[in-house]
């Protein structure tokens, strides 16, 4: 088992070990039935080997599962398998065009590609599940689950890139079993790797080790820097969106529309009790919404709520700036990245402790409060007073916002074409004998 596989194990099971990932997976469970049974099944098999052999199974659908759309002009593979990551890989397609990228995605065509098995993974399934049964041993379940989705995307990416010989792969999370399987399997054949960021970096985060990394901002290079030194070359997008100045006066609005964009575990009661002040502390004639696009229970804001007048749900398919637009300011959770981009639009946003289900040791997660980017986070938006706001917002606040989004108001365009460049020059650098971050 080579060095770059290693490495994204330890990343994964370092991730998958925290108490943020545990807390989204305890709300998986009582979420989803099939997750409840398959994680019950699992602790009632007294058998180690069993056990590793029921985990080895979901990493084995993944296996059969993944292949690349197979475009044959495509340059760059990318893998983005959540919401957020996908938006940022398809920006990125947009700078350097459509056609030179190719994605590699879970689908039933796998089963039926031409990488289904291969010699190479068969040889190594005895090791991988000698991994799966010290983990799953080790750490449990969910962290077992994790790097035996690693373990078949590796094995699988290994086949593709064999095949394909892109000239670089793109992801946009540092951390997910799928990208990291991925990328260690390009590194490991030295083809380039670049990413780019989709959200601020947390304690979860890894060194950053990439061959092109496309950042949001100076902020972002400098939290990602205490986690040890930055390889490859960086460059910076910023956060994707129009800007405009924050108008902080959106506080004083009498029967405001207000947003409340939401984490993808939620506090129901902690839901329900922000929408109740809004009604009756702050009179609000409209309340919208948007659900995080990666939301572990299937939204249920009837089962929470008797009276739904005034409040309205977005559509899926709207983005969070055609939903932020509507609002006179914003409420998110204090754990929430969706602070940035609304207020890169100048629209205000509140935070609220324990909307999202984090444990207390993770509070201020992105560190926006500490940095004085978001507002001190509240217990209840009855807390909040206009005059505070403005004055929070004052002074110098866009200069430390700018630190944050390398673009804040810069057109798209300039950024766009910087990025394109740095990724054609690393694509016509690599020469067959060079290594790569």
Known sequence: MDVFLLRAIRIVIRADSDPVRQALFANLRQSSLPARLVYGLHERLGNPSLAALLVSCYGAVFFLTIASDRNPRARILTVARHANARRQVHRVASWVGHEQCGQVKTSLKGVLGP???????????ATAFRMIRRVDRTYGFLVSCRVAGALAWYARAAAILSVHKPDAVLVSSDSNPEELGFVAAARARRIPSVFISHAYPTPLSPVLDFSLSILEGEAEVQARSRKGPIKGRVVFAGLEGDSAALD?????RA???????????????ALSAIISDCRQHLHA????????????????LDHVLKDLTGVVESSPKATVWEIAAQCDWVIADENSGVHLPVMKLGIPTVAIKHLG??????SDLYGFAANDIVYPPVDSIREVRAEALASFFAGEWPARFQKYDAAYLRPETIIGAEVQRAIWQLCESQSPNATCA
């Open 255 to 269: 029967n405001p529309v207000v947003g409340i964009f939401t984490p993808k575990a939620i506090s129901w009661p």
């Open 357 to 362: 289900l984090y444990p207390d040791s993770r």
């Open 285 to 300: 004639r409209q309340i919208i919404i948007r659900w995080h696009p990666s939301m572990i229970e299937p939204p249920k």
């Open 248 to 252: 902080a006066t959106r506080f004083a």
């Open 115 to 125: 990488f289904a098995f291969t010699r190479r993974a068969s040889h190594h399934l």
